[in-house]
């Protein structure tokens, strides 16, 4: 699951005992800092100066060649073996500035027909690009949804498929500045069942939170065995066009003003969920993407 890393060590010993030739080009620049180098090793780009070395890749592309597949635990492991191998030091102590938790599924309609479901997610900025891709971003988290098929072939790269099929849906979340996310952690925590189990967790929880659409019973099938169940379902349509997050914060601030107390509260939330499950069925490919994300998060550790 784990794709772009990146990664730093300030540790003295580690600076003084790399080798820039295990690079397969390098070169020398000048920056705000001052010199350095830069050079590349497979597709991971290593800038060195005398303070610090710093690697940033995908590390599913340097041990797959790709990053269409998934990578399991071992092959994680065995892809920091082989980074730290060609570096010729150790980088168990260096430290995740960054780091992407990405999966490939291979669905069973075209990819725009999932994306088209993904709403919206509170606090994030939406950004849409027709029928390939849609992004919820903040400061310091990215959730992206495209079709990776797509991506492929407008760069013009490797389109390996899981099964031939072209209907592949990559989820991804990048973490920006990972030490105020999930605190500072070094590629060792890597290995750690807590460490990495944090990691798919979070990966999985933000896709549930993204409001998802679902789709109102044609009114053919709706029994309305009381006048108020009319009510009920008018209601359903005013809270599918709100969102169900700000109904809820609506609720919130109605019991924080004393306009309505907790039990009353309680109450309507109850309320909300029955008529949900009263006039409201889930979209099927909402269904089909929640569960490949919960399988594969459950299934991972």
Not at 17 to 31: A, H, P, Q, R, T
Not at 129 to 151: A, C, M
Not at 283 to 297: C, Q
Request: hydrophobic share 35%.
């Amino acid at each position: 699951m784990i794709d772009t890393i990146h990664m730093y060590t300030d540790d003295p010993s580690t600076l003084d005992s790399f080798d820039i030739n295990c690079l397969d080009s390098c070169k020398l620049k000048y920056g705000d800092y001052g010199y350095y180098q830069c050079g590349t090793l497979s597709n991971f780009l290593v800038i060195i100066n005398e303070r610090k070395i710093k690697i940033q890749g995908s590390l599913t592309k340097y041990f797959l060649n790709n990053n269409i597949k998934n990578m399991n635990r071992l092959q994680i492991y065995e892809a920091f073996q082989k980074l730290e191998n060609a570096l010729g030091i150790p980088i168990g102590d260096f430290r995740i500035s960054r780091i992407d938790i990405g999966v490939t599924f291979e669905m069973n309609s075209i990819v725009a027909n999932y994306l088209d479901t993904l709403i919206e997610l509170p606090n994030y900025a939406i950004e849409i690009h027709p029928n390939e891709s849609k992004y919820f971003k903040n400061g310091r988290k990215t959730l992206s949804f495209y079709d990776k098929y797509k991506e492929c072939i407008s760069n013009k790269t490797l389109t390996y498929t899981l099964s031939n099929t072209r209907k592949l849906l990559r989820y991804e979340i990048q973490i920006q500045e990972a030490y105020k996310v999930l605190g500072v952690a070094t590629i060792n925590d890597l290995y750690k069942d807590k460490y990495l189990g944090k990691l798919v967790e979070m990966w999985k929880d933000y896709f549930h939170k993204i409001k998802k659409s679902k789709k109102l019973i044609d009114v053919e099938l709706i029994e309305l065995n009381k006048p108020k169940d009319f009510d009920s379902y008018l209601a359903c349509i005013g809270k599918d066009e709100m969102g169900k997050q700000e109904t809820f914060n609506l609720l919130n601030k109605l019991c924080d003003a004393n306009k309505i107390d907790r039990r009353r509260k309680s109450d309507i939330t109850k309320r909300i969920e029955a008529n949900e499950m009263k006039f409201c069925r889930t979209n099927k490919y909402v269904k089909e993407l929640e569960d490949k994300v919960d399988r594969h998060a459950n299934t991972f550790i």
